[in-house]
T-cell receptor, first 112, second 114 residues
Framework: QQKVQQSPESLTVSEGAMASLNCTFS??????FRWYRQHSGKGLEMLVS????GEKEEGRFTAHLNRASLHVSLHIREPQPSDSAVYLC????????????FGQGTVLSVIP | DPKIIQKPKYLVAVTGSEKILICEQY?????MYWYRQSAKKPLEFMFS???????DNQTASSRFQPQSSKKNHLDLQITALKPDDSATYFC?????????????FGEGSKLTVL
């Protein structure tokens, strides 16, 4: 069964400094890796979805996938206080149905 | 304006009772899902529906029954409620069930069972 672990549990960065979040997974045959953000009391907002090894950039958010290392990361360029939220890594097994396995989340705080 | 409406946003129930969580999406999507987020646990997949048909069920208990009366509705009926059912239940939808279909989530219904 797929296991997804995120680190760190919480992260505080200053406005404008790069924020880096990590995610490891156990099933290397997974075919899609996504990062979501969840502001308090709100639904999930997808930030970036990556299928192949390498990088995928969506605005200030860049995902980096290394399937051999079972690792996917998210880098947030020039974070702002409005980026303070819980960031969730999600991994999809090969095939359809959008059945995602989520990590437990990283709480990001961006201080002015 | 939210395109996925979940009702109610908060609800409290007593052990043994039954509740229905409502979900409607106005995105024109064909697939709908339920996910659950319990305290101290990651968000977990429960059900997926496509064109009102059950595609996948990851919930062991038959106490959880999805109900799809219309293409853009997927309600969740929970019977014989237990305190362990306390969680935030998220409804989601996607244009299809393919790999690339982005999931859009509602804001959740937070259930507390006393």
């Amino acid at each position: 069964q797929q296991k997804v672990q995120q680190s760190p549990e919480s992260l505080t960065v200053s406005e404008g400094a790069m924020a880096s979040l990590n995610c490891t997974f156990s099933d290397g045959t997974s075919d899609n890796f996504r990062w979501y953000r969840q502001h308090s009391g709100k639904g999930l907002e997808m930030l970036v979805s990556i299928f192949s090894d390498g990088e995928k950039e969506e605005g200030r958010f860049t995902a980096h996938l290394n399937r051999a290392s079972l690792h996917v990361s998210l880098h947030i360029r020039e974070p702002q206080p409005s980026d303070s939220a819980v960031y969730l890594c999600a991994v999809k097994a090969t095939g359809g149905n959008n059945k995602l396995t989520f990590g437990q989340g990283t709480v990001l705080s961006v201080i002015p | 304006d939210p395109k996925i409406i979940q009702k109610p946003k908060y609800l409290v129930a007593v052990t043994g009772s039954e509740k229905i969580l409502i979900c409607e999406q106005y995105l024109g999507h064909n697939a709908m899902y339920w996910y659950r987020q319990s305290a101290k646990k990651p968000l977990e997949f429960m059900f997926s529906y496509s064109y009102q048909k059950l595609m996948d069920n990851q919930t062991a208990s038959s106490r959880f029954q999805p109900q799809s009366s219309k293409k853009n509705h997927l309600d969740l009926q929970i019977t014989a409620l237990k305190p362990d059912d306390s969680a935030t239940y998220f409804c989601a939808s996607s244009p299809g069930t393919a790999n690339t279909g982005q999931l859009y989530f509602g804001e959740g219904s937070k259930l507390t069972v006393l």
